[in-house]
């Protein structure tokens, strides 16, 4: 069972930031890592950021050093703090329970259960 719920989305100017939240649900025997994932309208979705059981996290090349991962397995918890903002970091954002690991973590077949409503993120310039 995998339910999720994504919060903190807004409309932003280039160069600001933004803190995502996320509440995840999942049974731990089946997931590996927790991943922030996003879809920009007319592109496919895309792995952003993930962490793994061990600690261990990922990072698209295109948010390395500007977006930071981190989660609270007390509260469920999982957020991504974006900052630079670009306009092409306008996407619905969305959290999701792994079945891998930090190496593959990033793929979205990996996505264990169905994707939440995401939360909107946009950057204008």
């Known amino acids: 069972q995998v339910r999720v719920q994504e919060s903190g989305g807004d409309s932003v100017q280039a160069g600001g930031s933004l803190k995502l939240s996320c509440t995840l649900y999942v049974d731990t025997y089946i997931s590996y890592g927790m991943a922030w994932f996003r879809q920009a309208p007319g592109k496919e979705r895309e792995g952003v950021a993930c962490?793994?059981?061990?600690?261990?996290?990922n990072y698209a090349d295109s948010v390395k050093g500007r977006f930071s991962i981190s989660n609270d397995n007390a509260k469920n918890a999982l957020y991504l703090q974006m900052n630079n903002l670009k306009p092409e970091d306008t996407a619905m954002y969305y959290c999701?329970?792994?079945?891998?690991?930090?190496?593959?973590?990033?793929?979205?077949?990996?996505?264990?259960?169905?994707w939440g409503q995401g939360t909107q993120v946009i950057v204008s310039s």
């Open positions: 962490v793994d059981s061990d600690g261990r996290i």
């Open positions: 999701a329970a792994s079945k891998y690991g930090v190496d593959y973590c990033l793929e979205s077949e990996g996505r264990i259960g169905s």
